[in-house]
Antibody
Framework: QVQLVESGGGFVKPGGSLRLSCVASGFPFDEHHISWIRQAPGKGLEWLAYISSRGSAKTNVDSRKGRFTISRDNDKNSVYLQMDSLRVEDTAVYFC???????????????WGQGSAVIVSS | DIVMTQSPDSLAVSLGERATINCESSQSVFSTSNNKNYLTWYQQKPGQPPKLLIYWASTRESGVPDRFSGSGSGTDFTLTISSLQAEDVAVYYCQQYYSVPWTFGQGTKVEIK
């Protein structure tokens, strides 16, 4: 069955960095776009970044360009989110999600991981 | 950016009754190139990731009970639960994928009355 498993979250001080990983299984990984989406405690969902199936196209939320970088390694069935210059307001659960197959850009999400918690605090 | 606004923020419905959630986008998410609305609905239960219910505004995802239905076009959309069950208690989100950044509504919490 389709599975997405995030890891790499944890506690970090403001200004620090973390690299989240998302390992996929149960489907042809190199045929699907992947996004990162986050959810702050008690809040709604916020899409952060997208990477195309072969990694040739990437899009970030403008306000986070330069701080968050998405990448993928299809040989490892993995997508990554490098997060730099972290702020207290980046505290959230970070989900990776598979782009739905019926949209060319994969802009809706048919499978989600369980999430990885990131806590930014001094 | 396209702003998605849901209403109400929360609602309480009796078991077996209808629940209706509205979603309005700040600009149309309808594409004339393929006659599709780039609008999706998710259900999120506490401690779980969101689950896809509806895409293209009205296409039910495989395995989703037929008591869930989506309707609307352009800027106004509705998610209807025709007969609320106890397991439907959750927060529901709409999301547009018409243009980047893809954006979500603020969520609607559905409870049992």
């Amino acid at each position: 069955q389709v599975q997405l498993v995030e890891s790499g979250g944890g506690f970090v001080k403001p200004g620090g960095s973390l690299r989240l990983s998302c390992v996929a299984s149960g489907f042809p990984f190199d045929e699907h776009h992947i996004s990162w989406i986050r959810q702050a405690p008690g809040k709604g969902l916020e899409w952060l970044a997208y990477i195309s199936s072969r990694g040739s196209a990437k899009t970030n939320v403008d306000s986070r360009k330069g701080r968050f970088t998405i990448s993928r390694d299809n040989d490892k069935n993995s997508v990554y989110l490098q997060m730099d210059s972290l702020r207290v307001e980046d505290t959230a659960v970070y989900f990776c999600a598979r782009g739905g197959p019926w949209s060319a850009a994969g802009g809706y999400f048919d499978y989600w991981g369980q999430g990885s918690a990131v806590i930014v605090s001094s | 950016d396209i702003v998605m606004t849901q209403s109400p923020d929360s609602l309480a419905v009796s078991l077996g009754e209808r629940a209706t959630i509205n979603c309005e986008s700040s600009q149309s998410v309808f594409s004339t190139s393929n006659n599709k609305n780039y609008l999706t609905w998710y259900q999120q239960k506490p401690g779980q990731p969101p689950k896809l219910l509806i895409y293209w505004a009205s296409t039910r995802e495989s395995g989703v009970p037929d008591r869930f239905s989506g309707s609307g076009s352009g800027t106004d959309f509705t998610l209807t639960i025709s007969s609320l069950q106890a397991e439907d208690v959750a927060v529901y989100y709409c999301q547009q994928y018409y243009s980047v950044p893809w954006t979500f509504g603020q969520g609607t919490k559905v409870e049992i009355k």
